[in-house]
């Protein structure tokens, strides 16, 4: 959020109520009833609520159909056209036939994606924002402001010279890791994992550079007259206290590369041994756009993580979607 | 997937993890040893490289490559043939109009629905719940919603029955069933309803944060003097957001200027549909002209550059207070 004008929204530690968490409000204003609703206001709101659930629940209870009762019929008659079977996330998880989308490789792409995707930058983005913050240097400013300005920049600005950039210099290093262990295929995973770290950068480094600059200046300073390092601070004092931040961030940054297509297409290469489910799945609704049981059954595969991270840390994602929400 | 594939899987993340903190260690290592001359500086060195060598050769310097790309024909010759195309070829006009139809209705339209829901919502009981059915659509891919979206669009031929539910309502209020997605030029309104979906969300949680932000005095004030509840949302709660509601409008414009992803899986751009970003992916990816690829990108540069000019002063500001 704070990556498009900077304003001073109520998003920090125990002030907001952005994480859904109903705010205490001072006795003043449950005094008065400051509700600007009425019943076509609660009918209105019931209304919106209803039509933005509706399309994710019938995808839902269509993954639980029979085929031939997806093909034929819609999923509100599921009283009058009773069925249920599990047989659609058999088919497209575990069968063994070509012919079926095998997500199982895929999810596992998709962590194995995901998870370095947003360790690395989260590691190199904490020490540039420290150095940001701590440590004083001419020209800080001006370089401050090129990497916040990068965010907003659009990543098909990269993509063409990046890919070009992969295969003359990348590639080699691949084919040579693949020779030596054979068991790690020539199409691995580090372009992809190289090209979700940069575009991460930028955004990471800002929001932990607001973070980690709020510190009390005096600690650090009593840490360096007692003779600590840069490294020992950075480690034993400034990320025990960017926690708060890290946790968004992360949750975000997790989110956004499970939920990625395009980095993936363009530095994936598109097979099994690389390509997250995102990828999959645009692949199928392109060849196979009637197979419905499918493309339910697998888009709900792919929607399990997002739901279940954004169910249980909620708080954390939201606060790190206001932080970050103009990137890619 | 085989055992082995598994197994190679997981070695190659064990092995990058392992690989990637042998190289922080080291380098931590190396800026504690550093020379006691000029200390300082192989600090900032050690603690800056990393990100600034990442981003000038995975961003800066493709951005100004790209930017030549884009004046260089396909004979490797200077030339404005890639934007002369852009602005004479119906198909890639069209492609512009398409940008311009969705960063001017999704930002407003999701704005203005995530606003009311929030005011309609506010201090009602269950408000939480509530707020998590709007805002889900937010944690899913735009892939997933694309396929949701298709399914509600789908269409089927003849006296067949709708599985689809738009068609269905259509039929069962007596209409003929329409093929949505094919239909030029309202198949691109249709996916601006999914994008509109997605960013609903978002827009409601920020303004209601804001809207709780207001201090009551201010209300109870404007209720003292006798004002309805319209009155008090225009004269007192609007106002009162003014800063929130910039955010969201341009994050929101910015992250639809980028929409690749739903026209990617809804229609893959056929029918009239396409946007810029899903066009750069076309012809530099799929149809090999990287000239006039990069010439799109260029242009959705050119789109986001005012927002980029506007945040680095806002940004230049706040930190000369500090």
């Known amino acids: ?328 | 997937m085989t055992t082995a594939d598994l197994l190679g899987k997981i070695l190659q993340v064990v092995m990058g993890l392992a690989v990637f903190a042998a190289i922080v260690g080291l380098l931590v290592f190396f800026i504690d040893r550093a020379p006691k001359k000029g200390r300082d500086y192989w600090q900032l060195v050690g603690f800056l490289a990393p990100a600034i060598i990442l981003l000038a050769i995975g961003l800066i310097w493709p951005a100004i490559r790209t930017t030549g790309l884009a004046f260089l024909d396909n004979s490797g010759n200077f030339s404005w043939d890639n934007f002369i195309w852009m602005f004479t070829q119906p198909a890639a006009i069209r492609t512009l109009i398409n940008t311009v139809v969705w960063v001017l209705l999704v930002p407003t339209l999701a704005t203005a629905l995530g606003l009311a829901y929030a005011v309609f919502i506010d201090k009602s009981r269950g408000e939480r719940y509530y707020k998590a059915l709007v805002f889900m659509p937010m944690a899913i891919s735009f892939v997933g919603a694309g396929i949701i979206w298709r399914f509600v669009y789908e269409y089927r031929a003849g006296e067949r029955e709708q599985i689809g539910l738009l068609n269905a309502i259509v039929t069962g209020l007596g209409g003929e069933p329409v093929q949505w997605l094919q239909t030029d030029p309202l198949n691109t309104f249709l996916l601006i309803v999914v994008m509109i979906w997605i960013q609903t969300g978002f827009a409601m949680v920020v303004l209601s944060a804001a809207i709780k932000g207001i201090p009551a005095e201010q209300i109870e004030a404007a209720q003292l003097d006798g004002t309805n509840p319209w009155q008090r949302f225009t004269n007192v709660t609007v106002p009162g957001i003014r800063g929130s509601l910039v955010v969201v409008l341009t994050t929101i414009s910015i992250a639809t200027l980028k929409v690749f992803d739903i026209v990617r899986t809804m229609t893959a751009g056929n029918f009239n549909t396409s946007v810029v970003a899903n066009e750069m992916y076309t012809q530099a990816f799929r149809a090999s002209e990287v000239g006039r690829g990069s010439a799109l990108a260029v242009i959705l540069f050119l789109l986001v550059l005012p927002i980029v000019i506007y945040n680095v002063n806002v940004l230049r500001k706040q930190r000369e207070i500090r």
Not at chain 1, 116 to 129: D, G, K, N, W
Request: proline residues 7%; aromatic residues 14%.
């Open chain 1, 1 to 328: 959020m704070s990556s498009v004008a900077p304003v001073d929204l109520p998003t920090g530690e125990g002030r907001d109520d952005s994480s859904f968490e109903e705010a205490a409000r001072d006795t003043k204003s449950s005094r008065i009833k400051r509700r600007l609703t009425s019943p076509w206001a609660t009918a209105a709101a019931i209304a919106i609520a209803v039509v933005w659930t509706i399309p994710t629940f019938g995808l839902f209870i269509s993954s639980f159909r029979p085929a031939e009762l997806i093909q034929t019929t819609g999923w509100w008659t599921i009283f009058q056209n009773p069925g249920f079977t599990l047989d659609n996330y058999r088919d497209v998880l575990f069968s063994p036939s070509q012919s079926a989308p095998q997500l199982g490789a895929y999810f596992v792409n998709s962590l194995a994606i995901a998870i370095p995707a947003t360790i690395f930058p989260l590691v190199i983005a904490c020490m540039a924002a420290y150095a940001f913050a701590w440590i004083k240097f001419r020209g800080a400013n001006v370089l401050f402001i090129l990497v916040f300005a990068l965010q907003i920049v659009p990543l098909q600005m990269a993509l063409v010279p990046l890919l070009q950039f992969f295969s003359s210099w990348l590639r080699p290093l691949q084919v040579g890791l693949h020779n030596l262990i054979p068991i790690i295929p020539e199409q691995n995973y580090l372009p992809v994992w190289i090209a979700h770290t940069i575009f991460a950068l930028p955004l990471a480094i800002f929001l932990l550079h607001n973070f980690i600059h709020e510190i009390p200046g005096d600690v650090i300073e009593a840490a360096r007259v007692d003779g600590a390092s840069h490294s020992q601070i950075f480690f034993r004092i400034v990320l025990p206290l960017a926690i708060p931040a890290i946790a968004s961030f992360a949750i975000f940054q997790f989110l956004w590369v499970w939920n990625d297509l395009l980095v993936a297409l363009i530095f994936s290469g598109g097979t099994q041994d690389v390509a997250p489910l995102t990828q999959r799945l645009a692949e199928l609704v392109g060849s196979r756009g009637q197979d419905w049981q499918r493309l339910t059954a697998g888009a709900f595969v792919s929607l399990v993580v997002p739901l279940i991270v954004f169910f249980s840390l909620q708080r954390f994602f939201v606060r790190g979607l206001l932080a970050g929400s103009t990137k890619g």
